[in-house]
């Protein structure tokens, strides 16, 4: 669950790529914001506190997508209120999140880029808990031993109240992955600002000894090296994907009351302007990262009204089978109204 105050940062870049002397292709972007989540105790009881910043994380992070592309950029918002849907966009349900990768997926080619947001609670749970049928990533039950973790989109309200299930509402690791493997854009970001985010990196290319060895000091290091998939055709698939989680898989990640957002996406938010480091006016991926990464442990540190030197977890930079940089986007510092 998000909760106020504190963050737990960990940053997993996936790339087979090489960077390109500019960005090319059409940007489409799917952003989800979800802050109202009362009806989760009432139909799935299951207890998900209403968030205060998700809601303007998607909103910001939607605007701020639109100054660094361009108007051509299909940004498509979906955002909850803590009061219930806003009136002007689609509810960020399940159903939704289907139905916008179908788009995404007859729209976009094979130059293009596609852009993935959420910010709202992460769970993790049994699988079995949520669907009896799931399969796990090497062929066993779910009435076994799998956890997966969820993003916990808004509950649809045309469902009929016979199908309100945490399989009907929750959207699995698994179902990103595949949703992902289905595009064929040339680069896919990623960028999830949940608890248990890192949970939901399944099945991506192969790490090199280097990058295992930089998990092995975490305590989340088994559970991520077991999410690399050996599926040579899957790790084809992901080759072009890439990957910020706001926390661990056991961990949390957090929002500031003070400053309207999360940390993470704050961080983000900062950084499209200012962590351009080389000065080349484009902002890569690593550079995003690292200062994303080094931006949130300064803004915790200003909040520790005790004045203690704290250990927020691991900051973690990694890549997939390749270790070149890709750009993200031209550097612009965004107008303070933005966020």
Partial sequence: MKKIKYLLTITVLLTAACASPEIKGKTYALIYGVSGYSRYGTDLRLNASDLKACRYDAESFAAALKVLYGPSAEIY????PIDGMSGTEKQPSKQQILSDFEMIRSA?????????????????????????KDQGEYGETAATHIQREYLCPAIDRTLPSGDI?????????RELREELISLSCKRKFVFLDSCHSAGMITAYPDVNASILHAF????????????????KSE???????????????????Y????????????????????????????????ELTAYAAEY?????????SSGNSRQFGDMLVSCG??????LFAPAVQLDKSIY
């Fill in 216 to 231: 092995s000091h975490s305590a989340m290091s088994v559970a991520l090296k077991a999410y690399f998939s050996e599926n």
């Fill in 255 to 286: 929002e500031s009351t003070t400053i309207g957002h999360g940390f993470f996406t704050y961080s983000l938010l900062k950084g499209f302007g200012e962590a351009d480091s080389n000065r080349d006016k484009f902002v890569s991926w690593s």
């Fill in 77 to 80: 918002l979906r955002t909850e």
């Fill in 321 to 326: 089978s390749g270790s070149e940089d890709v």
């Fill in 235 to 253: 790790k084809e698939a992901h080759k072009n994907t890439w990957i910020l989680a706001a926390a661990g898989e056991n961990g949390n990640s």
């Fill in 165 to 173: 299930s945490l399989k009907n509402v929750l959207f699995s690791d």
């Fill in 108 to 132: 976009a080619g094979s130059e293009d880029r596609f852009i993935f947001f959420y910010a709202g609670h992460g769970m993790a749970m049994k699988a079995s808990e949520v669907d009896a």
């Fill in 296 to 304: 949130s442990r300064r803004m915790l540190k200003e909040v520790d």
